[in-house]
């Protein structure tokens, strides 16, 4: 996205056009400094926390499909003193618009370059939603660059946990969104994924960038991709998964149900909380992944390459 002078660049128009900043525009990430990854297919912007530690382990916050580096505003802060922290607005989201287009394949590599532009051979993928989608794509791909996987109201790669209507349905889902009124839809999305006042605010900031054309074409082509990306995996390394008590979205209980059973992996549920959990009960989800953290200090070496 190029700026100049309250105007925004439109690559499909290949022109300058009238555009009002906005709070979400502007708004900075604290304690972490703004970078970004040019490809051929656009602009990705990602935050690198400042005091950078070479000692230190590494997280990446991968926020879900439509979201953006701000649903974390809640996990920087418990987690500055003690890692080094990444995040950033996939593809086609929040800052990293306009962009040519949204791939799996591609968002893996963007990652893997990030990562090693930072020097860090070991990850900690914190993904919520699609960003857990993102974070085992990443995994099939470059399954050694990763420590551990926290998953937040995300849902497994597997062919076994989808039944062919759930397949169904997640092919639909740009048309039928595009039948609804767009303020309505916008309404509607904050509140299935919130229980509190702030969780609503904050999703409905987030979606505040999008035209209802983009906004729906986001959703299809988010789901599209990982029913193209998904396949059958082992990921090879300790998981924690977390769900929000009263997420509504979609089948996403069901599923962490299931994945737990399959798997083994522990589940904790967070009461009060719906699909954005870690911005309803940040304190209670930075808990749960300090816990799991600590649980797994001793088990890999030390995050960052020398």
Not at 14 to 37: C, H, P, S
Not at 158 to 178: C, H, T
Not at 209 to 228: Q, T
Request: aromatic fraction near 14%; charged fraction near 25%; include cysteine.
């Amino acid at each position: 996205m190029t700026r100049k002078e309250g105007m925004i660049y439109k690559a499909s128009a290949g022109r300058w056009a009238d555009f009002q900043w906005t709070e979400w525009e502007i708004r900075t990430v604290k304690d972490m400094e703004e970078r970004i990854l040019q490809t051929k297919k656009g602009r990705v912007f990602y935050w690198q926390s400042e005091n950078w530690n070479t000692g230190a382990d590494t997280i990446f916050f991968l926020h879900g499909l439509t979201a953006d580096h701000s649903m974390f505003e809640g996990q920087i802060p418990a987690f500055k003193e003690d890692y080094n922290l990444l995040t950033w607005d996939t593809p086609a989201h929040g800052k990293s618009r306009p962009f040519e287009a949204f791939d799996f394949g591609d968002t893996s590599d963007y990652i893997k370059n990030i990562l090693d532009t930072c020097a860090v051979c070991k990850v900690i993928f914190v993904g919520q939603s699609l960003g857990g989608f993102l974070a085992q794509s990443f995994m099939k791909r470059y399954p050694d660059y990763v420590k551990a996987f926290v998953s937040i109201d995300s849902t497994p790669y597997g062919f076994k946990y989808y039944s062919k209507s759930d397949i169904w349905i997640l092919k639909q889902v740009e048309w039928m969104a595009y039948l609804c009124p767009f303020q309505w839809m916008k309404k509607a999305m904050a509140k299935q994924v919130s229980v509190t006042q702030k969780s609503y605010d904050n999703m409905m900031q987030m979606l505040s960038p999008y035209n209802k054309k983009e906004l729906c074409h986001l959703m299809g082509i988010g789901y599209a991709g990982f029913l193209e990306d998904n396949c059958e995996m082992i990921i090879p390394c300790p998981v924690l998964l977390i769900l929000g008590e009263n997420d509504k979205t979609g089948k996403v209980v069901q599923y962490n149900q299931m994945w737990t059973r399959q798997t083994g992996y522990p589940l904790k549920i967070i009461s009060g909380a719906a699909h954005n959990v870690n911005v309803d009960k940040p304190g209670e989800v930075n808990a749960c992944i300090r816990d799991f953290l600590e649980q797994i200090q001793d088990r890999q070496p030390t995050a960052i390459r020398h």
